[in-house]
C-alpha cells in the first residue's frame, strides 16, 4: 500500500472512531453519524470495492450500536429519523462510490491496454503539456510516465520535423488529423525517427483540449529503407556501367526493364511498349531474332542471338543477345534477364582475320610459301594449305616431321634431321635449303625458314616459312648458263678486238724462231761448227716458242666453253700478264701505262679466265676512253693493293672523257653504250663476275677528267676450300 493511501487510512480510522465517540456518548442532538460519509469516501478514494463495501457496512454498525448505546429503552421520534438519515446518507454514499470505483477501474483497464500496446501512445495538451505517457512511449523515448507528464513533449523529445510544426499544428485545427515523420532525441541522446498519428480531441463545446498521438519508432526501417535504396542504387548504377544493354522481360517476353544503354540507343520502356525489338533490330536480323525469341520462351532454353542493333544515330552494330531464364521452385519461369553485348570490333575483327587469312592463302598460293609452326618439346606441327600442297600431302594428314623426312630426297634426309635437331636444340633461327623427292618423281627445291618465338615460354614454338624454289633454282641454272655463255661470247669479241695483238704476240716468237733457227743453222754450217751458238739459239728458240705457246693457250682457254674452276691466284701476275696481253693495242693507241703492284703480292681465290677478262674489260674501255683525247698525255694507272682486312681491290683510273652524271647509274645496266660498234656488254659481264666471286665492282669519275673504274674481290680462302 503506498504512502498516502495509509494516511488517508489513517484518517479515516480518527474520523471514524471521533464520530463513534461523539456519537455514542455525547448528548448531542445531530445526525453526526453523517460524517461516516467522509470515512467511506475516503476509504474509497484509495482502495478497492471490497474495502468500501466492508467500511460502509462498519460505519453502518458503528451507527447503529452507537444508536443504541446513547438510547436506553426510550427512542424518539427525531433520534430514530436521525438514525435513519445517517444510515440512508451512509449507504447512497456507499453505492455512488462503489460505482465510480467500478468505473474507474474500468478506465484503468483501458489505460493499462494502452499500455500493452508497442506504440508510443502519448496525449498531451494544447499548450503541448504532456497528460498521458503510455508504457510504449516510455520504451520509444526512455522517459517514464512521471518524468514526461506535465513537460512539453516537443521540448523534451526535441521534435524536428520537414514540416514546420505550426503548420501541423494549423493542420491538426483544421482536419482534426495529421501523419507523418518526425525526428526526435531520446533521454539517452540518441537521435530517432517516428511516424506519428495525431489526431485532436474535442470536449463537448468543440473546444480543442488534446492531442493524442501514436508515435512509431521507424528509425530501423527507415535505416533499412535507406540501405535498401543504396543498395538499389548501387545495383542500378553497376547495372547502367556494364558495357552492355541489361534487360528483363516477363515470362512471356515482354521487355520491363531496360538499363541506361538502352537510353543512350534512344529507346525507353515507355514510348516504344511491346515493340522495342522491331524498332532496334536490323530489318534484315528481325525475323531471325524473333524466332529464336519466341523458340526459347517455348522451350525455356537460354536464348542467345547475334544481330545487328541500331544506334542513336541510326548507325547498326553487331550485338550478341543473351538471355537466361529465371524460374521459381516448381520450375516455372518468372523473368527472364538478358544482356547485349557490342561485338561490332570483334565482328570486324574476326572479318579482318578471315580477309586476312584469305590474303595469306592467296598470298601462300602465288607465292609457294607455306607456314610450318612447330610446338616444342612435342614437335607437333601445324601446316597451312600451302605447305600441304608443296610436300604433296592431303589435308587430312596429321602433319609431322616423319612426313617431311618422308618427302625428303635421299641425299639431303641428314640435312633435314639435322635442321629438325637445330630447332629441338632451340636455335634462333633455322635455314635449310633442300629437296624432295615427290611420288611422281619430280624432285622439288624447298628453302626452310624458321624463328624461334616466344623462346622464354614453357612452350616455344617455331614459325617458319617453306618455299618452294624449284622454279627460282632452275632459271637460275639456266640464267647461271646464260651469264657463262654471254661471257664466253663477248671474251670471243673481245679476242677479235685483240686479234693485231694476238697476231703480233704469236708472229713475233715464231720470227724470233725462224730466226734463230736460220742462224742455228748458220753455226751448224760452218767449216767448224760453233756449237756454243748453236745451243745459244735453240734455247732462244725453245723460250719463243714456249711464249708463242703460252699466248696460244691463255687465248684458247678464254675462247674455250668451260666451267669457271676457282684457285688461288697471285692478283699481281693476273694484272700483269692482262696488260701483255692488250700491250700492243696500248701502244697503238699511244697509251702509257703506269702499274703500280700491291706488295707483298696478294692472293685471291678467282678464276683465271674470268678475273683476266674483267681487268682487259676495264684496261680497254679507259684505252677506248681516251681515244678522242687530244692535249694532255693518255695515261693509264693500274693499281693493286689491300682495300681492307678481307679484301683486295684493283684500280684502273684512266685520263679520258670520264662518266657523265646521267650515264653513271646505268654503266653496269646490260646493253648499255656509247659507243657506235659496242655492245653494251662489258660491265655487265665484269659486274656478274666480280658479284659471283663476292666482290664489288663500281666506277668514280669526274666528268671530262677520267674515270677509275675497280673492283673487291675477298681474300678469304674459305671460297676456295669450299669449291
Ligand atoms: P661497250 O664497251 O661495248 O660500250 P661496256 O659495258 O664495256 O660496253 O661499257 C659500257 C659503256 O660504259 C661504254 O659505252 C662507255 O660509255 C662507258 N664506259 C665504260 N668505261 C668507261 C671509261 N673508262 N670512261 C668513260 N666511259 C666508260
Not at 43 to 61: M, N
Not at 99 to 115: C, G, S, W
Request: overall charge negative; hydrophobic content about 40%.
Amino acid at each position: 500500500m503506498r504512502h498516502d493511501a495509509r494516511v488517508l487510512f489513517a484518517l479515516a480510522g480518527a474520523i471514524a472512531l471521533i464520530v463513534f465517540l461523539i456519537d455514542a456518548f455525547t448528548p448531542l442532538d445531530i445526525a453526526i453519524a453523517v460524517l461516516y460519509v467522509v470515512v467511506v469516501l475516503l476509504v474509497s478514494s484509495t482502495t478497492s470495492r471490497l474495502a468500501t463495501i466492508l467500511t460502509a457496512w462498519s460505519c453502518v454498525a458503528l451507527t447503529v450500536i452507537a444508536f443504541f448505546m446513547s438510547h436506553d429503552e426510550h427512542y424518539s421520534v427525531g433520534a430514530i429519523a436521525r438514525c435513519a438519515v445517517s444510515l440512508l446518507a451512509i449507504a447512497t454514499t456507499s453505492v455512488l462510490a462503489s460505482r465510480n470505483q467500478k468505473n474507474t477501474a474500468t478506465l484503468r483497464e483501458q489505460v493499462q491496454l494502452l499500455d500493452l500496446t508497442h506504440d508510443a501512445i502519448v496525449v498531451y495538451d494544447m499548450n503541448d503539456l504532456i497528460t498521458f505517457w503510455n508504457h510504449g512511449a516510455e520504451e520509444v523515448y526512455g522517459w517514464t510516465a512521471q518524468q514526461a507528464i506535465g513537460q512539453s513533449i516537443h521540448e523534451l523529445t526535441q521534435t524536428h520535423s520537414s514540416v514546420p510544426l505550426d503548420e501541423i499544428r494549423i493542420e491538426m485545427l483544421r482536419s482534426g488529423r495529421w501523419h507523418g515523420e518526425l525526428q526526435r532525441v531520446r533521454n539517452d541522446g540518441t537521435a530517432v525517427v517516428i511516424s506519428s498519428r495525431m489526431a485532436l480531441w474535442r470536449d463537448a463545446k468543440g473546444k480543442p483540449r488534446a492531442v493524442l498521438a501514436t508515435n512509431n519508432d521507424v528509425t530501423v526501417r527507415k535505416q533499412m529503407e535507406g540501405e535498401l535504396q543504396r543498395q538499389k542504387d548501387e545495383l542500378r548504377a553497376t547495372i547502367d556501367t556494364i558495357p552492355g544493354m541489361v534487360w528483363s522481360s516477363s515470362s512471356d517476353g515482354r521487355l520491363s526493364f531496360i538499363n541506361r544503354r538502352w537510353n543512350e540507343l534512344g529507346v525507353t520502356l515507355a514510348e516504344n511498349g511491346g515493340d522495342i525489338w522491331r524498332s532496334i533490330v536490323h530489318p534484315d536480323d528481325y525475323a531471325a531474332v524473333q524466332h529464336a525469341w519466341h523458340e526459347a520462351i517455348a522451350t525455356g532454353a537460354p536464348f542467345e542471338n547475334v544481330s545487328r542493333i541500331r544506334r542513336s544515330d541510326g548507325v547498326y552494330r553487331w550485338m550478341h543477345i543473351g538471355a537466361e531464364p529465371l524460374r521459381d521452385k516448381g520450375d516455372n519461369i518468372l523473368r527472364w534477364y538478358g544482356v547485349n553485348t557490342d561485338i561490332e570490333e570483334r565482328k570486324q575483327a574476326e572479318q579482318a582475320l578471315a580477309r586476312s587469312e584469305a590474303f595469306l592463302s592467296d598470298a601462300q598460293r602465288l607465292s609457294r610459301t607455306g607456314t610450318i609452326a612447330t610446338k616444342l618439346p612435342e614437335g607437333e606441327m601445324w601446316w597451312s594449305d600451302e605447305t600441304y600442297q608443296i610436300f604433296g600431302y592431303s589435308k587430312l594428314v596429321t602433319p609431322g616431321f616423319h612426313l617431311i623426312l618422308e618427302r625428303s630426297h635421299p641425299e639431303d634426309i641428314a640435312l633435314v634431321r639435322h635442321a629438325y635437331h637445330q630447332s629441338l636444340a632451340g636455335a634462333p633461327i633455322v635455314d635449310v635449303e633442300h629437296r624432295l623427292a615427290m611420288p611422281d618423281g619430280r624432285i622439288k627445291y624447298v628453302h626452310y625458314v624458321a624463328r624461334l618465338a616466344a623462346p622464354q615460354s614453357a612452350h616455344p614454338e617455331y614459325v617458319g616459312a617453306l618455299m618452294d624454289v624449284t622454279e627460282r633454282r632452275v632459271s637460275q641454272e639456266a640464267l647461271d648458263r646464260s651469264t657463262a655463255e654471254l661471257a664466253r661470247v663477248t671474251r670471243v669479241t673481245m679476242l677479235g678486238e685483240l686479234a693485231a695483238t694476238i697476231a703480233h704476240e704469236v708472229t713475233q716468237p715464231l720470227a724470233a724462231i725462224v730466226t734463230c733457227g736460220d742462224a742455228a743453222q748458220r753455226w751448224l754450217n760452218r767449216p767448224q761448227p760453233d756449237l756454243k751458238e748453236v745451243g745459244q739459239s735453240i734455247n732462244q728458240m725453245i723460250r719463243d716458242a714456249r711464249h708463242a705457246s703460252d699466248v696460244i693457250r691463255q687465248i684458247r682457254s678464254m675462247a674455250q666453253k668451260r666451267d669457271p674452276s676457282h684457285t688461288m691466284l697471285d692478283l699481281n701476275g693476273i694484272v700483269r700478264d692482262s696488260i701483255e696481253l692488250v700491250r700492243r693495242e696500248l701502244d697503238g693507241h699511244r697509251v702509257e701505262v703506269d702499274a703500280d703492284y700491291a706488295c707483298p703480292p696478294l692472293q685471291v681465290c678467282a678464276d683465271r679466265v674470268q678475273l683476266q677478262q674483267v681487268i682487259i674489260n676495264l684496261i680497254m674501255n679507259g684505252m677506248q676512253a681516251m681515244s678522242g683525247i687530244t692535249g694532255r698525255p693518255r695515261k693509264l694507272w693500274i693499281r693493286t693493293h689491300r682495300f681492307d682486312a678481307r679484301h683486295a681491290q684493283v684500280l684502273v683510273e684512266d685520263s679520258g672523257t670520264g662518266i657523265s652524271a646521267e650515264n653513271a647509274g646505268r654503266l653496269f645496266n646490260a646493253f648499255f653504250t656509247t659507243k657506235a660498234e659496242g655492245m653494251g656488254m662489258g660491265l655487265s659481264i665484269c659486274r656478274s663476275i666480280v658479284e659471283a666471286h663476292g666482290g664489288r665492282i663500281w666506277a668514280e669519275s669526274e666528268e671530262g677528267r677520267g674515270a677509275v673504274l675497280q673492283f673487291t674481290l675477298p681474300l678469304d680462302e674459305e671460297i676456295c676450300r669450299e669449291q
